[in-house]
């Protein structure tokens, strides 16, 4: 960091002033998850229940057939980021808040680092970037053909100005964040210390520098419990071509957990969704005045439901997404 942006972040030389972060995101899904631990190092094995067994009626003088469920086992694997913050040692120098100041140029590591968390969550795929960890859309990316096809519902768009709206059911037994086993769950912050570095020219100087690494994967122990709407076109939806409520609709009777009660439900989009869903809330004809969405208060805050899920703004989902193709 330059003295010219240490000023910068100064109020009247002798105050660290607040850095505002403008482009911090809204990453609440990061806030919803539950993480466990990994059971196989930085690999999580779950067995997923495929078939259920066959029963027989009774008769008397016969015996009963045997029968069993049938299971597949599925590895699910972690990743993880890191980042180094570097202040020159002749700014702290200067400083009256060393702290304050090592804070100040972190903050922005920090959230670099939860949005690309949180982007993950939604689109990384170990298919391409092995290094990450398999996300959200890698494993509902077909319209159709049994298994996790079933739970994505087709919006109709078909350009490259798509988004999704996600229902989620996290816990235990559904889906949950995963860490290597041993380490520790969620950001972990080093302090380096006094570190001597070279700059473009190879000159040495100092820094004290701070080490942050993230360790996170995602497992999906039930399919059943998530379900997709993909293929939003947001130009459409613009233009109020498109029934979000039919397809919330649709999407909300895919999912096991409304009959099932347990984990923790949320509806993920992004402020274009839910701002189309807000105006879309009450209809103010004579025939059609009832509130399609409703407030309710969770953890003190106020938070907009659609059948008792929360509404969860993400600026992780995006509005280019391609098209999901129907399975062949």
Known sequence: MSPRKYIQRSENGKQIAAVVELLKQQNPILDDAMAVEANMGAVHRHTIRTGLPEVTWGRLYQGIKQSKSTTQQVDDTTGFVEALSTVDQRILDLAPNRGALRLSEAT????????????????H?????????KGLSARFNVIGGGGAGNQVIDAGGTGGDNTSIWFVTWGDNYSHLIYPKGSKAGLQRQDM???????????????????????????????????????????????????????LRQAYYRLQSRRVAGGRQAIYLNRHMMEALDALATNGGAGDNFVRLTPREIEGKEVLTYRGIPLRETDALLNTEAAVPAAF
Do not use: C
């Open 193 to 247: 210390g006094r570190q001597r570095v070279i700059d473009a020219d190879g000159n040495p100087y100092y820094v004290e520098e701070e080490k942050f690494t993230w360790h996170l994967g995602l497992a999906v122990k039930d399919w059943r419990y998530v379900s997709r709407i993909a293929n939003i076109d947001v130009s459409a939806v613009e233009a109020g071509t498109v029934d979000l409520y039919a397809l």
């Open 125 to 133: 795929d170990t298919a391409t970037t092995p290094e990450k960890f």
């Open 108 to 123: 922005a590591f920090l959230e670099a680092m939860n949005q690309e968390m949180a982007t993950g969550l939604f689109y």
